[in-house]
C-alpha cells in the first residue's frame, strides 16, 4: 500500500503564495509520476499539474501557466507545488495524486487552499 500525503494549504490574499508539499510512502518503488489535482464543492476534481520521474517531464492546466511550478525530489518521493500570483478562483482542496506502475493510483486527503479577495 501507498501512503500519500499533503501539507502547505492555508489562506492567503489575492495575489501572495503559497507552497503545497506532497510526500507518497509505502510501497513507492515503482511510482513514476505524482500529480495535483483540485476540487470545488459541488464541481469535478481538475488536473492542475504533473512531474513524471522518468526525465523530469512536467505538465500544467492552462489555468496555472506561468503562475505555479511543480517540483519534486524521487528519492524523498515528494513532490511540490509553488503557486504565485494566486487569485480567489484558485481556492480549492488540493489533492496530491501518486501513480504507481502502469495502473495503480493513490490519493491523499487533500489539504485547503483559501484565495482572499
Known amino acids: 500500500q501507498v501512503q500519500v500525503a499533503e501539507s502547505g494549504g492555508g489562506l492567503v490574499q489575492t495575489g501572495g503564495s503559497l507552497r503545497l508539499a506532497c510526500t507518497a510512502s509505502?510501497?513507492?518503488?515503482?511510482?513514476?509520476?505524482m500529480s495535483w489535482f483540485r476540487q470545488v464543492p459541488g464541481q469535478e476534481r481538475k488536473f492542475v499539474a504533473a512531474i513524471t520521474w522518468s526525465g523530469g517531464r512536467t505538465s500544467y492546466a492552462d489555468f496555472v501557466k506561468g503562475r505555479f511550478t511543480i517540483s519534486g525530489d524521487k528519492a524523498q518521493n515528494t513532490v511540490y507545488l509553488q503557486m504565485n500570483s494566486l487569485k480567489p478562483e484558485d481556492t480549492a482542496v488540493y489533492y496530491c495524486r501518486t501513480t504507481v506502475g502502469a495502473l495503480l493510483t493513490y490519493w491523499g486527503q487533500g489539504t485547503q487552499v483559501t484565495v482572499s479577495s
Open positions: 509505502g510501497r513507492t518503488g515503482d511510482t513514476n509520476s
